[in-house]
Structure formats: C-alpha cells, structure tokens
C-alpha cells in the first residue's frame, strides 16, 4: 500500500462488502499485507508532508479517549434469565442442540442464584470510573437498546428498569447513566446488530437512550462492530449522531483506515463526505485478552502493543481511543490491564476526552480534512 492508495482506505473502499449474518471485519486490512497496520500511516504522511500536527486542549500532545461497549449489566436477574431462555429457545435451529441445552442451563442457575439472594456484581461500574477519576479522566458508555424491534440472537437483553448494584445502592440501570451522566461521562448508543442497516431501528433505540437521559447524545458504537460500507454511516449520520466509533477491529487492534484523526466519514455511493465524524477505534479489550480471539496475548504483552500504539499516535499527535467492556469485572486480567494501562497514560501527558469532546473540539478547532488530504495524494 502507498499514498496514492490512501484516500480510498481512508473512505472505505477497502472494507470488505457486508454479509448479513456475518461481522466480516474481524481482523481484515489491506494494511495488513504491507505490515502497516499498527502505523497510523495517513498521520505519518500528512504530518511528513509539512503539515502541523491537530491542537488539542492545554497544547496536549495527544488524546487518550477511553469507551466501554455496555453489552451486560447483569448475571442473575430473573426476568432477564427469562427472556435470554426464551431467546435462546427461539434460535434453537441456528446452533447445535447440545449447546442451547447447555445456555439454557446456565441461565436457569443464573435465575436461581438471583433468587436466592447472590450479590450481582457483574460491571461494577463505579470501579471503572474510580479509575479513571484518579487520572481525572470521564469516558464514553455506549449503552445497548432496552427495546428491539427486528431481534438477532447477538442482541444485548438487558432492561432499563433492571436492579444492579452502584456504590452501595441499589439503582436501575437508568439511574446509573443518568448519575454517570451527571458525573461528566457521555452515554452514546450501542446499537443492536440489524441497526446497522435500519434507520428506522437506530432512531427507535436512540430515542430509548434521550427519553432516559432527558437530552440528546451524539455519539454512536456498533454493536460487535457490525457496518455496512454502504449503509451504516450514511443511516447514523441521518439518525442525528454526530460522532461515530466503530472503525476499528474484534481480533485485531490498529488504525483500520490508516488514521488516528477524527475525521469525515464517506458516503461510498455519493461519493461525498458525511456529516459524521469518525473517531477510530484503535483498541479493544477482548481482541487482545479473549483465549477465543484472534490476538491472545498475556497481560504484559497486551500493555506493550498499547502502549507500541501509544506512541505512534503520541509521534503524530492523534487519538488513541480504547474499548474496555465493564462486564469483565470477573476476569480479573482486563480489569488489572486497564488500571495498569491508565496510569501509563497519564504519564503520557495526553487530554482524557470522551468521544463526544474529542468531536466538539475536532469540529471547533481542527483545520485538518483527511478526506481532501488524501484526495490531494491519489492524484
Ligand atoms: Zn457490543
């Protein structure tokens, strides 16, 4: 890959074509090829070619913007138990039996264990932001829908109107964004998997998450990072978001369009930029921790490719933006990394934002257009 490929990796002519029931992005990049993926190439070459690096808050030299996927907010509450079970019982055909005999028997001691008392501990959201408060950072909760209309069996089944434990309370889960909400954390929506193709579908779920908030948010992950190169940011941008975070990987971890900016995303069709800001997803938890996923690296070397990535952006002054899903509070490694990784951060000396910050100040100040940038280099 060269610069005069640039604009069309940037714009997402690269992404391979969507498949329904398939997230075909696990860890594709034609920058994989050329050993480039963990460089934020289009960075490098813009910043080579004279330009001056983004200016960010306080003349930080970069920004570390910290995000959770909301994918669970509970192990034992029952009615949830009920409706995973009856999930479960409807897809039956799509899976071996053995295994929805096996799910539905977990589920039925999750119940039975929420019936008889057991504490639920699953997200321990206030430790995740305990930490991040002694950096004097917020992040961004991309929450789930509470309310599906086309469900897929990957969807998230929690309720807003569910019971979990937060600082010695016991509050629903709309409490607890609306108190993160207050603290200075941004909540965005973590759409359902056919969301990414549905207008319809995303402004239904967006909706749940303004009713709960009594305000609008701005700020959009997909869920299992499932997208359309045709469809899903031209729908987002339509739905009223402003930023998204999906561009980045499930078993992989880099700079999946060649960048750390924040920059336009791209109407492929049209041929024309978006109203939508893209803030990329450079690192996620699982595709680097998960023994299913594709990366699999033990604690200390998972802190060394964060911070190997740390400083590239920190070299070209970007973004480095993390995924850290709160409901592996029982696996003990993701939360010990995280804590360890911050504190490596802060020495850093970045700008903590959400992703919602890092896109008001982009729009505000940033005179860097990527999209005419490479545009300028293809030619
Ligand atoms: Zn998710």
């Not at 289009?42 to 001056?52: C, K, L, P, Q, T």
């Not at 998450?209 to 959009?220: F, M, N, P, R």
Request: proline residues 6%.
């Amino acid at each position: 890959m060269t610069p005069e490929h640039y604009f069309h990796l940037l714009t997402g002519k690269f992404e391979p074509e969507a498949r329904s029931d398939h997230v075909p992005d696990f860890g594709y990049s034609p920058l994989n090829k050329s050993g480039m993926l963990y460089q934020p190439v289009i960075d490098v070459e813009y910043v080579r070619a004279g330009h001056s690096k983004p200016a960010w808050p306080d003349d930080k030299p970069f920004v570390v913007c910290l995000t959770h996927d909301v994918d669970a907010v509970s192990d034992f509450d029952l009615m949830q138990n009920i409706r995973i079970i009856t999930k479960i019982l409807k897809t039956s055909s799509n899976r071996p039996l053995g295994e929805s005999l096996r799910r539905i028997v977990e589920h039925k001691i999750s119940a039975l264990r929420g019936l008889l008392g057991h504490s639920d501990n699953l997200c321990k959201f206030e430790k995740w932001m305990d930490v991040e408060q002694e950096v004097g950072s917020r992040s961004t909760f991309f929450f789930a829908p509470q309310f599906v209309k086309q469900v897929h069996r990957s969807d998230c089944m929690y309720r807003y109107d569910q019971i979990i434990d937060y600082r010695q309370e016991k509050l629903s889960v709309a409490e607890v964004m609306q108190s993160m909400d207050r603290g200075g954390w941004e909540i965005g929506l973590h759409p359902s998997w056919h969301a990414h193709a549905d207008l319809n579908e995303l402004v239904f779920q967006k909706e749940q998450i303004e009713k709960t908030l009594d305000h609008s948010i701005q700020s959009v992950r997909q869920h299992f990072l499932k997208y359309d190169p045709l469809k899903t940011h031209k729908i987002q941008s339509q739905a009223g978001f402003k930023y998204d975070s999906t561009m980045g990987y499930n078993d992989n971890l880099g700079f999946r369009r060649g960048t750390s900016y924040p920059h336009q995303c791209f109407d492929v069709e049209q041929t024309q930029p978006l109203p939508l800001l893209q803030i990329p997803l450079v690192i996620q938890d699982g595709a680097i921790l998960a023994p299913g996923k594709g990366m699999r690296l033990d604690p200390q070397k998972a802190v060394e490719y964060i911070m190997h990535l740390t400083h590239e952006v920190k070299a070209v002054g970007g973004v480095l933006s993390l995924s850290w899903h709160p409901h592996t509070m029982n696996r003990p490694a993701y939360f010990d990394v995280y804590s360890q990784v911050l504190k490596l951060l802060a020495a850093e000396n970045p700008w903590f934002a959400t992703v919602g910050e890092v896109g008001d100040w982009w729009l505000k100040h940033a005179d860097i257009n990527l999209v005419e940038f490479t545009r300028g280099i293809s030619r």
